[in-house]
DNA sequence: CCGATGTTTTGGTCTTGATCGAAGCATGCG
DNA sequence: CGCATGCTTCGATCAAGACCAAAACATCGG
């Protein structure tokens, strides 16, 4: 009878809707202080401090001393990849937070999600990647082909860099907003940082969005032309 | 602040106690009564009808009326996967709801998960039935080699019949003791259903030890040597 | 040292929701 | 029909835990 893992547990960690805004606002990938972390979660300070150490606790989250600081930041890409595949299921359930409506556009247009890009841009990326070869879907599992691996590295990133035991480098992750599949891994990961880099996009604070300059979107654009 | 889907919500509806044993009882596929499921989860009746329809209006699950009883199901396999995740997630941080130790040695040696053979034996057969090319692993799927089903048949099982639309043949499945896949799917249903005919095993009442004769357990290892 | 800033602990209030007994529906069987 | 069975609704109880203010603790800058 009380055999098995505890999702229980792990669901009523994630169930309070304090704790949900603070998983969410980290989803961002970066770390945050308690106090940033408050104030995402809309409640006080002594409560906020009462959750993150639950959080930390049941294994979700990891905390970083600097100085007077105290930075929380998710445990792992599992652990975001877990609360990913939450908010997609959530999404595909209708369990949203504000009305179905086109709200948030720039949320829906270009986001992060934890490392890697998401939204519009994201499964557009993810599209193209597909259609030309560069990735192939085997099943589940995502295979950067040889063709692949030129083409990636055309674009400026170092694929030998990349490998990783503890990561795949390929891996697809479900869009909330688009209820489709969008690049994660250790080369979703790269090819943001690569289009931030550059120069062609920014990330926003205290958000997830991703904000394209115009230059950084043609550039994109003409990167991944498959509508 | 408030964007994105509601993983609070789906986090609330998995977090209490009584409703993590039901969605548990119900990872096996097969539907199940509301009175059934109320002594799954250890709840009075009125208690474990007040959840299922919780977790009916989450979309979690289904429900069927069937004569006088009401079946409920997983919603979709979707919905099982979900949970899956969330198990493994939780094992991979120790969550698991009795102590570590070996409190339970019967329970880690052979059980019942759902409709299948898990636990030290479960594992076992499974290493052997991959070593020796009866199914294959692709990804993350497994398929029924051509001498596999030679393999299977001689063991006395019909495979005609184990074709469903519905299910899988053959499924893997996380163990969280041994933290190793073991056979799931229709395949691995019939297996133990096998065994137990046989008279080489026995499901213990109220609970999901399974008994082997010493007899059972010579033949068991002498058809999977593999350590 | 001291005071300012960031965070946790303490102590107490209050809301949410899990729980069950009893009563109310619905369905099937004879 | 009428009784048995399976399930849901109602009403009331009760406990877990979310919450905050105030005080304690920690760390830095001066």
Avoid at 65 to 80: C, I, M, P, S, V
Wanted: net charge positive.
């Amino acid at each position: 009878m009380k055999e098995g893992p505890d999702i229980a547990r792990l669901g009523t960690l994630i169930g309070d809707p304090a704790r949900a805004n603070m998983l969410t606002a980290l989803m961002g990938g970066q770390a945050l202080t308690a106090s940033e972390l408050a104030q995402a979660a809309g409640v006080s300070l002594p409560t906020a401090s009462s959750h993150l150490s639950k959080l930390e606790d049941g294994g979700l989250l990891s905390q970083r001393k600097q100085g007077r600081h105290r930075y929380f930041a998710l445990a792992d890409t599992a652990t975001g990849a877990m609360l990913e595949s939450l908010m997609g299921f959530a999404a595909s359930r209708g369990h949203l937070r504000h009305k179905p409506g086109p709200k948030d556009p720039a949320l829906r247009k270009a986001r992060v999600c934890y490392d890697h890009l998401a939204g519009d841009f994201g499964v557009r990326m993810f599209d193209n990647l597909i259609c030309e070869g560069t990735i192939i879907a085997e099943g589940e599992n995502l295979v950067l082909s040889e063709a692949g691996e030129a083409r990636v590295s055309a674009l400026g990133i170092n694929i030998e860099k990349l490998h990783s035991p503890r990561r795949p480098l390929c891996k697809s992750c479900l869009d909330w907003s688009e209820r489709r599949s969008h690049l994660a891994g250790s080369l979703g990961r790269a090819l943001l940082a690569h289009f931030i880099d550059q120069g062609w996009a920014r990330r926003m604070a205290d958000s997830r969005v991703i904000t394209f300059t115009p230059e950084g979107e043609r550039r994109f654009m003409a990167v991944f032309p498959v509508d």
